[in-house]
């Protein structure tokens, strides 16, 4: 099971920036736009900064991933 994580929700509840949000994370802007489009999957290094950053709880990553797909906010493939 993969690691979900809406940063861009977490960010924007913040009102950062994406550029805010890579300075605080310690990561760069263009990695921060790539998981939130989920582009890119979320690495350790990006779980363990979410988590100090943000003030979530490590089961915050899996407890969505079960959920199924229209209940995430997921669009079936058609």
Not at 22 to 29: E, I, N, P
Not at 39 to 56: H, L, W, Y
Request: net charge positive; with cysteine; glycine share 4%.
């Amino acid at each position: 099971m993969k690691p979900f994580i809406d940063l861009k929700k977490l960010r924007e509840d913040r009102n950062w920036t994406q550029m805010q949000a890579a300075k605080a994370l310690g990561f760069c802007r263009s990695y921060i736009s790539a998981v939130e489009n989920r582009k890119q999957g979320v690495s350790t290094e990006m779980i363990n900064a979410i988590i100090r950053v943000f003030n979530v709880r490590y089961e915050d990553f899996y407890k969505h991933a079960q959920l199924p797909a229209y209940e995430r906010g997921v669009r079936e493939a058609s």
